[in-house]
Antibody, heavy 120, light 108 residues
Framework: EVQLVESGGGLIQPGGSLRLSCAAS????????MSWVRQAPGKGLEWVSVVYSGGSTYFADSVKGRFTISRDTSKNTLYLQMNSLRAEDTALYYCARGINWNFVGAFDVWGQGTMVTVSS | EIVLTQSPGTLSLSPGERATLSCRAS???????LAWYQQKPGQAPRLLIY???SRATGIPDRFSGSGSGTDFTLTISRLEPEDFAVYYC?????????FGQGTKVEIK
């Protein structure tokens, strides 16, 4: 079964760091186009970052320079390292898979999300 | 950044009725790079349409997408009880990829 399971969320103080994980099963993370998408409480969806199968990475302007995306082939896991966290980063963070090389931004598999709360 | 504006914000309809949701882009979006999602409370989004008009795996044929350039439409031909949800359009033609603000389809 194709599945994504996120973990690593929690309550963190402003300025702190957190690393989110997204464990995949049923497919290979490194062969796919993997993204993070977030949703603030009661709000819409916001794309955060993508890593292409070839390793290229892209970020939303709101997180550029503070977040990094990576993957561990041996663990078949995607990561989001979040530094210098701000209150506006508070959201439910989803990892998602792009359908294929031609539709990399159309997400056909989603995890259940992990909640990040940035507050003092 | 491409801004996507969805209308209406809320659509109040009865089961069996036809729903027409609009998504307008601030710049032209190649039809290969426009998707639609459905989200129910407490659930992750579900991909309905990609490439503006291609149904994702397992999506019923009552859902259809159309449009090109800056104007796109999601149509639900006959609303089923499980279709009442929030719908988002999304473009992935240029970074940053962006979503519309959503249209809520509620039971009238």
């Amino acid at each position: 079964e194709v599945q994504l399971v996120e973990s690593g969320g929690g309550l963190i103080q402003p300025g702190g760091s957190l690393r989110l994980s997204c464990a995949a099963s049923g497919f290979t993370v490194s062969s796919n186009y993997m993204s993070w998408v977030r949703q603030a409480p009661g709000k819409g969806l916001e794309w955060v970052s993508v890593v292409y199968s070839g390793g290229s990475t892209y970020f939303a302007d709101s997180v550029k320079g503070r977040f990094t995306i990576s993957r561990d082939t041996s663990k078949n896991t995607l990561y989001l390292q979040m530094n210098s966290l701000r209150a506006e980063d508070t959201a439910l963070y989803y990892c998602a898979r792009g359908i294929n090389w031609n539709f990399v931004g159309a997400f056909d598999v989603w995890g259940q999300g992990t909640m990040v709360t940035v507050s003092s | 950044e491409i801004v996507l504006t969805q209308s209406p914000g809320t659509l109040s309809l009865s089961p069996g009725e036809r729903a027409t949701l609009s998504c307008r882009a601030s710049q032209s979006v190649s039809s290969n790079y426009l998707a639609w999602y459905q989200q129910k409370p407490g659930q992750a989004p579900r991909l309905l349409i990609y490439g503006a008009s291609s149904r994702a795996t397992g999506i019923p044929d009552r859902f259809s997408g159309s449009g090109s350039g800056t104007d796109f439409t999601l149509t639900i031909s006959r609303l089923e009880p499980e279709d009442f949800a929030v719908y988002y359009c999304q473009q992935y033609v240029s970074s940053p990829w962006t979503f519309g603000q959503g249209t809520k389809v509620e039971i009238k």
